[in-house]
């Protein structure tokens, strides 16, 4: 989906349906301009677990360096 909207537009195109690994990230980042991540790690800092947050955050990030850098 975020191919045709770039097709049709010349405004930045954000992902953020399903982004919660490092492996969906870059999935989702080889046809759009950004990706959100949001549930992945709201969830795991309502659980009180912001260990998990930054980890799934240093995931994506490392993720999205190796693949696009």
């Given at each position: 989906?975020?191919?045709s909207v770039k097709e049709q537009s010349d405004?930045?195109?954000a992902v953020?349906?399903?982004i919660?690994?490092?492996e969906a990230a870059v999935e989702a980042a080889v046809n759009a301009d950004a990706v959100?991540?949001?549930s992945a790690v709201v969830k795991k800092l309502l659980e009180?677990?912001?260990e998990a947050a930054a980890k799934i955050i240093?995931?994506?990030r490392a993720a999205l360096d190796k693949a696009y850098n």
């Amino acid at each position: 989906m975020a191919r045709s909207v770039k097709e049709q537009s010349d405004v930045p195109v954000a992902v953020g349906f399903g982004i919660g690994s490092g492996e969906a990230a870059v999935e989702a980042a080889v046809n759009a301009d950004a990706v959100i991540v949001g549930s992945a790690v709201v969830k795991k800092l309502l659980e009180h677990d912001l260990e998990a947050a930054a980890k799934i955050i240093a995931e994506i990030r490392a993720a999205l360096d190796k693949a696009y850098n």
